[in-house]
């Protein structure tokens, strides 16, 4: 069993930053690809980005690319979210979940979900 606990977010002004942290228990993650995800309202569940195991390698969605940053620290067993250049459309729900199986876009291929930490973008 893997504990996840997101942490970090809040409201920002647009154009604002903020730096979510995903912390683990139960078991190391270091084994596992990591991924954000987030869910605005009335909208389904996407992809934000993935690290692999050693953080070497890293992917984004072309709607955060170049603005969010995504690294890990497997001594300290937690994933981070760097969000810079917030926009109001970034306004959702976002979760870290630890990859299962399959492809990596997919939500369901993914076993372990945090309970989520809201993030809010005014204009």
């Known amino acids: 069993q893997v504990q996840l606990v997101e942490s970090g977010g809040g409201l920002v002004q647009a154009g604002g930053s903020l730096r979510l942290s995903c912390a683990a228990s139960g078991r190391p993650v270091s084994r596992y690809f990591m991924a954000w995800f987030r869910q605005a309202p009335g909208k389904e569940r996407e992809i934000v980005g993935n690290i692999n195991w050693s953080g070497s390698s890293t992917y984004y969605a072309d709607s955060v690319k170049g603005r969010f940053t995504i690294s890990r620290d497997n001594a300290e067993n937690t994933v981070y979210l760097q969000m810079n250049s917030l926009k109001p459309e970034d306004t959702a729900v976002y979760y870290c979940?630890?990859?299962?199986?399959?492809?990596?876009?997919?939500?369901?291929?993914?076993?372990?979900w945090g309970q989520g930490t809201q993030v809010t973008v005014s204009s």
């Open positions: 979940a630890t990859h299962l199986r399959g492809p990596l876009g997919n939500p369901s291929n993914y076993d372990y």
